[in-house]
């Protein structure tokens, strides 16, 4: 291999950060450096208010025990088949009020009644009904779902072009070729924002579940470190419980919605000039 093959293999792996993320990188050192100086000036004991180095060492503990890895494993699981089951009944409810009078007049005063009632209320029910685990929550997560895609999905099938319809419909096409070609397609651009805005709520429920009817998870960690008094804990259950939603936000959230809405010019990726 010559020098310049090696050369530019090795620029093809070299990493260089972005401004960016020399920014990003200086304010989390600036927020973990005014943090260390807040423990020393306060000087409260560890237990009540753990300073980087105790939470660095209860995030190896729970690591080297398993616990982290199972936990986050846990509230994983539970968040994608939450999050999927209330996509799915959103938009399919959504279907089904928004091309049919009758059911619109019959459901709706019914749906705007539960959509006052946020999943907080029912999680107690939920428990004594259910129990303690998978199926509570799951539900929970669901119910938070639902109603943004179903809304949004309203909005996309009453906003789309009757001209759209009747041109199908002249050309003779079914019933569900027109809802297969021209409505979901006119309408998926308000079905991914109601996505998006339900996959968030949905993780702040899922957080709140784990701390009521749950035996694992990240939210359980949260509120087994403050019944327990391990603090330290309770501040490695906060710092994942963000590196979580930033991981889904970044790997899952944003990539769907690069790949239709921005797609389809209904926003403006960063950057982009008008």
Do not use: H
């Amino acid at each position: 291999m010559t020098d310049a093959t090696y050369a530019s293999g090795a620029s093809a792996f070299s990493f260089r950060p972005t401004r960016a993320q020399i920014r990003g990188a200086f304010g989390v050192f600036v927020v973990f450096a005014l943090w260390q100086i807040s423990v020393w000036i306060i000087a409260l004991p560890p237990y009540f208010y753990p300073g980087p180095s105790e939470v660095a060492g209860a995030f190896v503990d729970l690591i080297q025990k398993g616990i982290l890895p199972s936990y986050l494993l846990d509230s994983a699981s539970r968040y994608m088949a939450g999050v999927s089951t209330g996509l799915c009944l959103g938009i399919a409810f959504g279907l089904l009020i928004g091309l049919s009078r009758f059911w619109s007049r019959l459901l709706g005063p019914i749906i705007n009644f539960f959509y006052a009632i946020v999943e907080v209320a029912w999680i107690p029910l939920l428990v004594m009904w259910i129990g303690y685990g998978f199926d509570t929550i799951l539900i929970a997560i669901s119910y938070v779902v639902f109603f943004p895609v179903l809304y949004n999905t309203l909005t996309g099938v009453q906003t789309v072009q009757k001209v759209l319809v009747n041109a199908m419909q002249t050309l003779g096409a079914s019933r569900m070729q027109v809802l297969t070609s021209v409505i979901l397609p006119s309408a998926l651009p308000n079905i991914i924002t109601g996505f998006r805005v339900g996959a968030g709520f949905a993780f702040r429920g899922l957080i709140f579940a784990e701390m009521i009817a749950a035996g694992s998870g990240i939210g359980f960690l949260i509120f087994d470190g403050a019944a327990t008094r391990q603090t330290d804990r309770v501040v490695v259950g906060m710092i994942v419980m963000g590196l979580l939603w930033l991981a889904l936000d970044r790997l899952f959230l944003r990539p769907i919605e690069r790949a239709t809405i921005e797609r389809w010019g209904l926003v403006r990726a960063k950057g982009e000039s008008a």
